[in-house]
């Protein structure tokens, strides 16, 4: 059972070029989430999906697109490339919302040069 | 909105010496409470959490957590720490029938041999 498993674990992309992050999960789980990290900033949700086909905009959304065509996958895209997004990117899953816990990747170290 | 505020960018504490780390949080509705727990280079692990019931709840490795409606707060503790204890520890906060998982900033415990 492999749980959440985000690749690549690190990337350094330039100004300008597009990439996008993969995120699978076995457990069968419909919700799914992206996280960044940023020292002293905690965690930002920057988008979460309650099923396939169905995405919604976290706190920061600006510059990432994701897309869920199936339940196991929920990959993060980055267009346009920018510094600003130089951060640790952690995916997430859980069976359902409310007081259920997540269940989250070992995370994609990502610097924008 | 929901938020939590963790106001302790680092916890320093002895072996053996009791610890708590502060959290406190702002929803709407009854919330859901969670503590994870981030080891370095690592995706964040589930602790403990709170639903409903019992104010204090019990967790792993000897961690639990209190329930203060009245002062929106849920201190995380530990009767003797452990060098082994010393990570990144991270509060989180679900509003009722919101779908989001909102993190605090961090805390960074550090327990001295």
């Known amino acids: 059972n492999a749980g959440v498993t985000q690749t690549p674990k690190f990337r350094i992309l330039k100004i300008g070029q597009s990439m996008t992050l993969q995120c699978t999960q076995d457990?069968?789980?419909?919700?799914m989430y992206w996280y960044r990290q940023d020292p002293g900033m905690g965690l930002k949700l920057i988008y979460y999906?309650?099923?396939?086909?169905?995405?919604d905009k976290g706190e920061v959304p600006n510059g990432y697109n994701v897309s869920r065509s199936t339940t196991e996958d929920f990959p993060l895209r980055l267009e346009l490339a920018a510094p600003s997004q130089t951060s640790v990117y952690f995916c997430?899953?859980?069976?359902?919302?409310?007081?259920?816990?997540?269940?989250f990747g070992s995370g994609t170290q990502l610097s924008v040069l | 909105a929901q938020s939590v505020a963790q106001p302790e960018d680092q916890v320093n504490v002895a072996e053996g010496n009791p610890l708590t780390v502060k959290c406190t949080y702002s929803?709407?509705?009854?919330?859901?409470l969670f503590w994870y727990v981030q080891y370095p280079n690592r995706g964040l692990q589930f602790l403990l959490k709170?639903?409903?019931?019992?104010?204090l709840v019990k967790g792993s490795y000897g961690f639990e957590a209190e329930f203060n409606k009245s002062q929106t707060s849920f201190h995380l503790k530990k009767p003797s720490a452990l060098v082994s204890d010393s990570a990144l520890y991270f509060c989180?906060?679900?509003?009722?029938?919101?779908?989001?998982?909102?993190f605090g900033t961090g805390t960074r415990l550090q327990v001295f041999p």
């Open positions: 997430a899953s859980s069976y359902s919302q409310g007081g259920e816990k997540l269940f």
């Open positions: 457990m069968n789980h419909n919700y």
């Open positions: 999906s309650v099923g396939a086909g169905i995405t």
């Open positions: 929803v709407s509705g009854n919330p859901y």
């Open positions: 709170y639903i409903t019931g019992d104010n």
């Open positions: 989180a906060v679900r509003g009722g029938g919101t779908d989001k998982l909102i």
